[in-house]
């Protein structure tokens, strides 16, 4: 029976991941990093099944170059999702090349110093990614807000994959100085094949619609006497025209929507209601889910489709969040108590 390395497997399930994201968006915007990010996790992982599984030395000069491109990518997938950038594509492109380039360099003049150069680009750029999620899902104001919340969770598991693997390089170049790579094998082996599985899903789960998230971020001591004037507008908006039911609604759809700064929009929630702006929408949506599951004997399905919501998953939980019930629980009590 013919030798299958472990790393081998991890590049056929997430080659299965990949498929599985493109399928999945066929229909709408795809995420052209984190697809990239997913390919990049397979390549390397064929190139680790290779180097430990039939000690092919000659990928170690492809490896370093790889590895330096997760971390631009998972930054660059997370960035369009947060905001539109306006630099010329190739600018951006050179910029997010330039770690490779690095790696490229000091494999021809500098060998010795990848290893902590990679651990300084892993640190940057997971660092960079938390700073762009610091005001929490809100902050992906390009995603629609059914997925955002787990989006939001995704990127942030992406960003300490990214400290996880400098923490693994850190440990490569200790046992190198130590035990002249008694037990870098193992170490290595482990420590990427986590770390790619971990990026690569949590790419694909970044851009999934899902259900917001149950905490509420923190807010203001008090609301600001503006901060009623934007609220109503924004009430205005989801009573009169029911923009909720724009499935693909996001913060940045909303605030051209109302005429109002998406940062006033959210600070405005936030401190107002306690919680975020994700989590006000799809409260609307379920009002109206709840009224006509009350008021007709339309199907689930289609009462969730009418109010927004694309996946019956995201709106049983989502509808339990708010009233503790499944949408069947709910449209039987109210049956019950309206019989009596």
């Given at each position: 029976m013919p030798f299958i390395p472990l790393p081998f497997v991890v590049a056929i399930l997430l080659t299965?991941?990949?498929v599985h994201v493109i399928r999945r968006d066929e229909e709408g915007v795809r995420n052209g990093p984190f697809l990239a990010l997913i390919l990049l996790s397979v390549f390397q992982s064929i190139l680790s099944g290779l180097r430990w599984g039939y000690g092919v030395t000659a990928v170690m000069y492809l490896a370093p170059v790889g590895a330096a491109l997760v971390p631009p990518l998972a930054y660059a997938g997370v960035l369009r999702l947060v905001r539109q950038s306006r630099a010329p594509v190739t600018r951006r492109l050179l910029l997010h090349a330039l770690p490779a380039l690095i790696i490229i360099v000091l494999l021809l003049f500098g060998r010795e110093r990848i290893d902590l150069v990679l651990v300084a680009i892993f640190v940057a750029y997971a660092v960079a990614?938390?700073?762009?999620?610091?005001?929490?899902?809100?902050?992906l104001k390009l995603a629609p807000f059914e997925g955002s919340a787990r989006a939001y969770r995704a990127i942030l598991f992406a960003a300490f994959a990214l400290l996880?693997?400098?923490?693994?390089?850190?440990?490569?170049?200790?046992?190198?100085?130590?035990?002249?790579g008694a037990y870098v094998r193992p170490v290595v082996a482990v420590g990427n094949l986590a770390l790619l599985a971990i990026i690569a899903v949590a790419a694909a789960s970044a851009g999934a619609p899902a259900v917001p998230v149950e905490k509420a971020e923190p807010v203001a001591d008090v609301a600001l006497p503006e901060d009623a004037e934007t609220l109503a507008a924004i009430e205005s908006l989801m009573r009169v025209k029911r923009v909720y039911r724009d499935a693909d609604l996001n913060l940045d759809r909303l605030a051209r929507k109302a005429g109002i700064p998406s940062r006033q929009i959210s600070a405005a929630i936030n401190r107002a209601t306690g919680?975020?702006?994700?989590?006000?929408v799809n409260e609307q949506r379920i009002a109206e889910a709840c009224a006509l599951l009350e008021e007709s004997n339309r199907p689930v399905t289609e009462i969730m489709f009418a109010v927004g919501f694309q996946t019956k998953s995201n709106f049983n939980r989502e509808f339990r969040r708010v009233t503790d019930r499944t949408p069947l629980e709910w449209r039987a009590e109210r049956a019950s108590?309206?019989?009596?």
């Open positions: 299965l991941v990949f990614i938390l700073l762009l999620m610091r005001k929490g899902a809100d902050a996880f693997s400098a923490t693994i390089d850190t440990l490569v170049f200790l046992d190198f100085a130590m035990t002249q919680k975020n702006v994700s989590q006000y108590s309206n019989a009596i």
